[in-house]
């Protein structure tokens, strides 16, 4: 006798709760029509601990949630191939948010309405504790709506089998609301108003002004637009993926969404936004007025210039999504990591797209920025022996290779101390002309530095990325008053010898004063990837680098000093990496 769908699922749970570390030891083989080239041996750009299905097309992170003590997290995902196309929805579990269970696709375009793809959305969790899927359905001539779909069986902790609403699409653009039928798409995570209504935002424009819609529903089914949007600003272009949440003021943990501002929370609001034109993630802090629903940030899009606007990532970091975790009370953010190659590349590859490292969210001690870091359970794949430096000094021009460490799958954390070297004013001479764009800072003659870390190094350094600090000083003529500038930098201009990889530099700057504080970075090494996090994660960039000659054993990795004086190591460690698992589950 068969056995029914709801008990195969509790066996195969079964057997993975039985399993220590969350490793799932279940044979993959639904991927028969897979090309052989993508699981041979010779890959050397595919990732170990980030997170990636075994073959094909991936772009943005898509509903991230916790469901009956599992973490799910959809992605967007052509089930066809390695370039856009034929979008589905991606969908994988995990216990610990490393190691994977890939499953089977949530949403196929099947549907009138979402005939040219199921496009990117989010998760809310409803009254009594019932997942919910909110996507866009992209129809004929690219027409978007958005659109509901339920778990079939919500005894059932993998959220296998999902059901669409048979009122789809539940937003459609018409001529009366005067939404851009071809710019309207993937609505947020719901949060409940003061007035105990559902709101959403989505994501869309009017000529070249970008636009955060809101709607708002008794029933989670039917929806009215709001007379106003939530926030929009000009000449921004086509906001996608929009994301809406609080953080608590001076702590930590992270907020439930529908935490709202009053007398019992102390709290701000996050809106994020993903500029299509420029492929970057924006935020803003700012207050959100309950009663009128409008977002005033601090420092609006309307007020400055974009290049003086916070980004999660200064890098390749995309269509990013944030969720509540409450087995452990804090924010978690996913976001897309693109390729760097060109789409022959990657195709021949037979895989494309990564997931950055989850992050840990939360608000800065000032309230004027977000931290980010690596979830925890990233540690537990560190090698139990790291290797260690303390207290060097780095005389001018030094390079020292960091020895028993594998530097194509790494984790390092390092700091400086440089406040010594503020007392020799003729180190600081400085044009005192002002700065303003980061990336250029990072390719500038004087100040302190370039000083950091080389990493997926060849022998003889023809091929290395850099990721480095600069610092400089700075004087007001108006006041003779003098502050100094900390940049960090990742520099892929000589990652590789193939020069048809996308090989830019990236720079943001460090809300750091490096006369009281050491300036630390860690940095997450992972083949293709170099994931960084300066100041304990007040500036992050991720690049995507892909070496001919430092690839596995034959990358290594060094610490460098180019300053013209000492600087100080106050400590380095080096962890390998092991290596994540994702299977496949056939259900």
Request: glycine share 6%.
């Amino acid at each position: 006798m068969a056995l029914s769908s709801s008990v195969r699922v509790w066996n195969v749970f079964s057997l993975i709760l039985s399993l220590s570390y969350g490793v799932f030891h279940i044979e993959a083989n639904s991927h028969r029509g897979t090309p052989p080239s993508v699981f041979s041996i010779n890959q050397p750009y595919r990732t170990a601990f980030h997170f990636q299905p075994h073959h094909y097309w991936m772009n943005d992170p898509n509903g991230p949630m916790i469901y009956k003590g599992l973490y799910h997290v959809f992605y967007q995902y052509n089930p066809k191939g390695a370039t856009f196309g034929n979008i589905a929805w991606g969908h994988s579990m995990s216990r610990d948010l490393v190691n994977w269970a890939l499953l089977p696709l949530a949403l196929s375009p099947t549907k009138s309405y979402d005939i040219n793809g199921c496009w990117s959305g989010s998760a809310t969790i409803l009254h009594g504790n019932k997942p919910a899927l909110l996507y866009t359905g992209a129809g004929p001539n690219q027409n978007q709506t958005q659109n509901l779909a339920l778990p079939l069986n919500l005894s059932d902790p993998f959220l296998v089998h999902w059901v669409r609403s048979p009122l789809n699409p539940l937003i459609a653009p018409t001529s009366e609301n005067h939404i851009n039928a071809t710019s309207f798409r993937d609505p947020t995570t719901a949060w409940l108003g003061h007035d105990g209504l559902w709101r959403i935002l989505v994501g869309s424009q009017r000529r070249d002004t970008g636009l955060a819609l809101l709607f708002k529903s008794k029933d989670f089914v039917h929806w009215v637009k709001a007379k106003h949007p939530l926030y929009s600003a000009k000449h921004c272009g086509m906001w996608e993926c929009p994301d809406f949440f609080p953080v608590f003021i001076n702590s930590t943990f992270g907020a439930e969404t529908s935490t709202l501002p009053g007398k019992d929370f102390n709290v701000r609001h996050v809106l994020k936004l993903s500029l299509n034109d420029l492929i970057q993630d924006y935020y803003l802090i700012g207050s959100y007025n309950v009663t009128r629903d409008r977002f005033i940030p601090d420092m609006g899009l309307k007020d400055t210039e974009l290049s003086s606007v916070m980004r999660y990532d200064y890098g390749k970091f995309y269509a990013s999504k944030t969720f509540y975790d409450d087995a452990k009370k804090r924010r978690i953010l996913w976001g897309w990591v693109k390729e760097s190659s060109v789409q022959k590349e990657y195709s021949q590859r037979g895989w494309s797209g990564i997931q950055g490292i989850p992050r840990s969210v939360w608000l800065d001690e000032s309230g004027k920025q977000l931290v980010q870091w690596p979830i925890e359970e990233i540690e537990k794949l560190r090698s139990s022996k790291p290797f260690i430096w303390h207290s060097k000094q780095l005389q001018p021009g030094a390079l020292l290779h960091v020895p028993r460490v594998t530097a194509a799958q790494a984790d390092v954390e390092v700091s400086f101390e440089v406040q010594d070297l503020a007392e020799k004013e003729e180190e600081w001479k400085q044009s005192g002309r002002k700065m303003t764009d980061p990336q250029r800072m990072c390719g500038e003659k004087g100040g302190i530095g370039p000083f950091g870390l080389l990493v997926l190094a060849s022998k003889g350094l023809r091929e290395h990325t850099s990721v480095f600090f600069r610092v400089f000083k700075l004087k007001n003529d108006s006041d003779n008053s003098t502050k100094f500038v900390v940049v960090m930098c990742s520099d892929q201009s000589r990652s590789s010898l193939d020069r048809k990889n996308d090989l830019s530099s990236y720079g943001a700057f460090l809300d750091l004063d490096p006369l009281h504080h050491k300036l630390s970075l860690r940095t997450l090494i992972d083949h293709s990837v170099v994931e960084s996090f300066g100041g304990q994660g007040k500036a992050c960039i991720t690049a995507r680098v892909y070496p001919t000659l430092a690839i596995n054993d034959e990358a290594h990795l060094f610490v460098f000093n180019n300053a013209t004086s000492n600087l100080k190591l106050t400590t380095l460690t080096a962890w390998s990496m092991k290596k994540a698992r994702v299977k496949s589950i056939n259900i």
